[in-house]
């Protein structure tokens, strides 16, 4: 037998009604803010990530599904959805567009090898959304609103934002040269992975979860020391906007996500529920990123969003015993006796069909009996029973699944009946 890939999973037809009412509902709630769907390839040229997301970062170093192609290019299956953004704002010329700043939404898998754990996949589907050519604390805070307005639209209550200012690239530089003169003396102690980011990216290293406990990690600079004038007004406006919109947040100077690009706003939303016994607490992570658009050469514009992924989202609505209201209808099924009234039900169903009414018959020869189990299973709104008699006299009993009650009516109008 051959088995699912590790880290990847089969989407069942009950969980999969689950996928559609998200994605639907997702897809409302953009419309709300303005936001359009921009779809980009599933794969990419490997360098737009190893440029875009960054060399040291885990997601490049270590968790890329990249391979040559037939025409000796390398090509990495996407492991995020901004840098494909950005990359298609910047081919598309989308700094021209009448309408600023451009606000678009994505919604598919993406690939990451990581290690196998609840609510982590090598294969998941992230909802993502970015709003690019505007550098407005407003705009930061209509993201960070919208994240929060995504989880409770679906009943989520135990949900906890936590936000931190990256600065400005001139703050960010200086930060993490403070961080390297800080480590550089203890660095011996840390993990091979903390040793090698020393240089290259030192931020990762206050996030890191092999040595979260050490001292110097514990008392390591704080960013929010190092942000200039231009980088603290900028995040206290974006948290006074959130304080106007009734937001409640808390700030982490430690949190500085896993991607190079974040500048200035940086957030994550979390599992805030004290019986929740699962490691992964984020539910949907994101942040500004001020340099990306130049650094893929692209123009000077700036840019603001975050992702989710709906296997995480699903696993905070089981977490909360939250049932979403999936579209269960079904409202007729033929039962049918004798060969002459199945192919009859064959020509009704056609008709029923194509007039919009969710119908079907039994195909496996069952007994009445079994045939109405079928139909409740189905949870069918009716069931007819067609038989000799019922094609003779042209009438058959319309039995209301909820009341109980039946109507007897013409077996040539059930068509007509429905359309009312
Ligand atoms: P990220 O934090 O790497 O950010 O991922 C965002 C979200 O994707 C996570 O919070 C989580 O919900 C989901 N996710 C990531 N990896 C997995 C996995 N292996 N299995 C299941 N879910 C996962 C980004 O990807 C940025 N592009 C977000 C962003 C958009 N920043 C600005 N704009």
Not at 43 to 63: C, H, N, Y
Request: aromatic residues 10%; negative net charge.
């Amino acid at each position: 037998m051959i088995n699912i890939p590790r880290g990847t999973q089969d989407i069942l037809p009950t969980e999969s009604k689950k996928w559609r009412y998200i994605e639907r509902r997702l897809e409302e709630l953009m419309t709300l803010y303005n936001y359009e769907e921009l779809r980009t390839p599933i794969f990419e040229s490997t360098e737009l990530f190893a440029r875009g997301v960054g060399d040291s970062t885990d997601v490049v170093q270590k968790e890329m599904y990249t391979f040559k192609d037939k025409g000796d290019r390398s090509i990495t299956l996407r492991p995020e959805g901004t840098a494909a953004v950005v990359r298609s704002y910047i081919e598309n010329k989308m700094q021209g567009y009448a309408n600023q700043p451009i606000k678009l939404y994505y919604l598919g898998p993406m690939f990451r090898y990581e290690r196998k754990q609840k609510g982590r996949y090598r294969q998941f589907t992230q909802f993502g959304v970015e709003a690019i050519g505007a550098e407005n604390p407003s705009i930061d805070a209509e993201i960070l609103a919208m994240a929060v307005h995504i989880y409770e639209s679906f009943g989520l209550q135990h949900l906890k934002l936590v936000i931190n200012s990256i600065g400005d690239i001139e703050s960010r530089k200086e930060y993490n040269d403070a961080l390297v003169k800080h480590f550089e003396p203890v660095i011996g102690d840390f993990c091979s992975d903390c040793q090698s980011r020393l240089h290259t990216n030192p931020m990762r290293i206050l996030d890191c979860k092999v040595d979260k406990d050490k001292e110097a990690v514990k008392n390591a600079p704080r960013i929010t020391e190092y942000l200039n004038e231009a980088s603290t007004k900028y995040y206290n406006e974006v948290k006074q906007h959130l304080d106007r919109l009734g937001i409640r947040y808390e700030e982490d100077p430690n949190l500085v996500r896993g991607l190079d690009y974040y500048t200035h706003t940086a957030f994550e939303l979390m599992i805030d529920n004290p019986n929740y016994d699962g490691a992964i607490t984020t539910l949907c992570g994101g942040g500004r990123y001020n340099g990306l658009l130049e650094l893929l050469d692209g123009p000077n514009q700036t840019g603001i969003g975050f992702a989710l992924s709906i296997e995480r989202l699903l696993l905070a609505l089981e977490e909360e015993n939250i049932e979403l209201d999936v579209d269960n209808d079904f409202d007729l099924f033929i039962v049918t006796m004798g060969k002459e009234a199945d192919d009859y039900a064959v020509k009704l169903l056609n008709d029923l069909r194509k007039q919009g009414v969710k119908a079907d018959k039994d195909y496996m020869d069952r007994k009445i009996k079994g045939q109405m189990k079928q139909a409740d299973r189905l949870n069918a709104d009716y069931t007819i029973v067609i038989g000799d008699q019922e094609l003779e006299n042209n009438q058959v009993a319309i039995k209301d699944m909820t009341t109980g009650e039946s109507e007897s009516i013409q077996l040539d109008s059930v068509g007509a009946y429905f359309n009312k």
